[in-house]
Nanobody
């Protein structure tokens, strides 16, 4: 059974930092395109950052230079280091794993990030 679980969310003030973690069980994150999405209240879910199975990373314009996505292939975890947080970064952050080989996608339950001024 595949399980995807996010952790590391919390409440911080503007300019603060958080490190989110996404853990995959039952499947190797190494072979996935792994992404972080976020959803703010009353807004659509949006892509924040992703890493392909080859290790290529991309970021949305709004987080470029502030967020860093890394992957630990041994522990099958993905991390999102978030620095210089802004109120606009507030939302529920989700981890998504996409496997091209079988076309399956897996989502975690999300972790809340709140940035206050």
């Amino acid at each position: 059974q595949v399980q995807v679980e996010e952790s590391g969310g919390g409440s911080v003030q503007v300019g603060g930092s958080l490190r989110l973690s996404c853990a995959a069980a039952g499947i190797s994150l190494r072979f996935a395109t792994a992404s972080w999405y976020r959803q703010a209240p009353e807004k659509q879910r949006e892509l924040v950052a992703k890493i392909t199975d080859t290790g290529a990373t991309t970021y949305s314009d709004s987080v470029e230079g502030r967020f860093t996505l890394t992957r630990d292939d041994i522990d099958s975890r993905m991390y999102l280091q978030m620095n210089s947080l802004e109120p606009e970064d507030t939302g529920v952050y989700y981890c998504k794993l996409e496997f091209a080989q079988n076309g399956r996608n897996y989502w975690g339950q999300g972790t809340q990030v709140t940035v206050s001024s």
